[in-house]
């Protein structure tokens, strides 16, 4: 069931007992019909699956939310992007970034480190974090974000994005990091830019206009 | 549970050509009605937040008509361009002043002509109708009186501002997002901590985190997201019984560190109509000390110093 975006910080989730959904925890702002609530362990079957996440700080506490009604989520005033997948390929992004998302979708932490010490050494300079999470299956998604989320599309080309606007990626697509370190930033004169991710491949990254993270 | 047709995307090019006019029916009716997003405005900019293409709903034309003189993009403004009791942009407000209003502290932004701002104050007030008017001793503190001629404009935060006209009604709102008022409106406190009612005929501006849902009893809100309600009776706290199960099972397993939150909520019933937010990060309510420090006055001595210790180490455990 796609979730429906009231205005750009709220969407509507309609819960039923075929299909509940899964929220993060403290974004309920209402709910009309009768719902319940159920606290759950975020992560599914990753990589250790619940010690995976709970070692990887990628476990962000959810909520189920069950039975027939109509609910309205919303997180700290932060914008809100629906994403609908197909099912083709997972959607990767931070799991704090995960507002709410149908429970029949599975998602589980991906350990950066496996595409080399050079990535996970990436990740952890850019507060990116070793670990992202992915959401596979075929279903909707609410992304948070700062400031509004828009698509890039990206058919074989490559785009350069700020690590801190960087929200979450579509597609089969490449993550690298570019240091370009040099004595100004080592003395705090940079750019403030020297850390960018090259994203490459088919599909669509999804960037914030805004560079704070949360 | 509706709501008001034209919300939030979508409007179409406003009469007159000003696409931030509030249409302001009489406030009351059902939807659709008062205090509704004006056409054109609050739009997001094309792709913003919206779905990428292939994944959506064709998105309807951004904008509205070409933007007037006032527009956020606009030329320079002047007195004579800045409107009337009306929108600048989607943040900030102008009110057209002549006579008094009651603003909130820190609410004014910038203002043109002859305008004086004086402390609303209990009993020393310069005029006697202030007391009669503003008959909320714990919010004394945070609001002043515009007097004079001019055109002051006002915002709070960046947050989205809308005006609503009451018609002989009420309307209980935050009173953290109440960011002015006419003093035809009568200010009251509510029964509910943190939020203020406003009773009589007359126009006011409040501040919201995105634009604002309306709905309809029945109806269950979190108190963060809660922005106000008209006409429906005061509501009462529903604790969500499977949630304290849950939790209470999950702390016992040790697996669980802090309650959300989410198992309490705002239960309305009832006719009338739920004003909602996007829950906002908290703002410090200077407000809520005085209201539970008044509080205080119920306890016995004994029960007070216990209070008092308690606070303390709460203080300490934060530090």
């Known amino acids: ?214 | 549970m509706t709501y008001p047709p034209g919300n939030p995307y979508g409007g179409q090019p406003g009469p007159g050509g000003n696409p931030y006019g509030q249409p302001q029916p009489g406030y009351g009716q059902p939807p659709p009605g008062y205090g509704q997003p004006p056409p054109g405005y609050g739009q997001p900019p094309p792709g913003y937040g919206q779905p990428p293409p292939g994944h959506g709903q064709p998105q309807p034309g951004y904008g509205g008509p070409p933007q007037p003189a006032a527009g956020p993009t606009g030329t320079t403004l002047n007195p004579q361009t800045l409107p009337d009791d009306d929108n600048v942009n989607p943040y900030v407000f102008c009110v057209s002043l002549s006579g008094d209003w009651f603003m909130s502290k820190g609410a004014m932004l910038a203002y043109y002509g002859n305008v004086r701002f004086e402390a609303v104050t209990e009993y020393s007030s310069v005029q006697g109708w202030v007391a009669a008017r503003f008959s909320s001793p714990v919010y004394v503190q945070d609001w002043v009186v515009a007097t004079g001629h001019g055109k002051v404009l006002i915002g709070d935060r960046g947050f989205d501002l809308n005006a609503y006209d009451l018609d002989d009604g009420n309307l209980t709102i935050k009173a953290n997002n109440l960011c002015a008022f006419s003093p035809q409106l009568e200010l009251k406190q509510s029964i509910v901590p943190g939020f203020v009612t406003l009773i009589g005929t007359g126009k006011f501006i409040a501040s919201s985190n995105g634009p604002v849902i309306f709905v309809e009893p029945p109806f269950r809100a979190d108190p963060e997201a809660l922005l106000g309600w008209a006409d429906c009776p005061s509501p009462s706290v529903h604790h969500d019984a499977q949630w304290m199960t849950q939790n209470i099972r999950a702390m016992v397993s040790g697996a669980l560190g802090r309650a959300s939150g989410e198992e309490r909520q705002y239960d309305f019933t009832g006719t009338g109509t739920i004003l909602l937010q996007s829950s906002e990060v908290a703002r410090e309510d200077p407000a809520v000390l005085r209201l539970v420090e008044s509080q205080t006055q119920l306890l016995t001595p004994s029960q007070a110093g216990s209070l008092g210790q308690r606070l303390v180490a709460r203080a300490q455990q934060q530090h």
């Not at chain 1, 974004?27 to 319940?36: E, I, R």
């Not at chain 1, 009604?69 to 700290?76: D, P, Q, R, T």
């Open chain 1, 1 to 214: 069931m796609p979730f429906e975006e009231v205005n750009s910080k709220v969407v509507r989730a309609r819960v039923s007992p075929a299909s509940p959904v899964l929220a993060r925890r403290g974004a309920m702002l209402g709910y009309s019909g009768q719902v319940t609530f159920r606290p759950v362990h975020g992560q599914g079957r990753g990589i250790g699956g619940i010690a995976g996440a709970a070692l990887s700080g990628e476990s962000n506490p959810m909520m189920a939310t069950e039975g027939q009604g109509e609910v309205l989520y919303g997180y700290k005033g932060l914008h809100v992007t629906v994403l609908e997948l197909d099912g083709a390929a997972p959607l990767v992004c931070e799991a704090d970034r995960l507002l709410v998302h149908d429970a029949g979708l599975q998602t589980s932490v991906q350990f950066l480190g496996s595409g080399g010490i050079k990535q996970a050494i990436g990740g952890a300079m850019t507060g990116q974090g070793l670990f992202t999470t992915n959401v596979h299956g075929r279903g909707s998604v609410a992304l948070l974000s700062h400031g509004g989320a828009f698509p890039l599309q990206l058919n074989g080309t490559q785009v350069g994005v700020d690590p801190q606007a960087y929200v979450g990626h579509v597609g089969q697509l490449t993550v690298d990091l570019a240091a370009r370190v040099g004595f100004r930033d080592v003395v705090g004169r940079g750019s403030g830019e020297a850390f960018q991710l090259r994203i490459g491949g088919y599909g669509t990254v999804y960037v914030q206009a805004s560079e704070q993270k949360f």
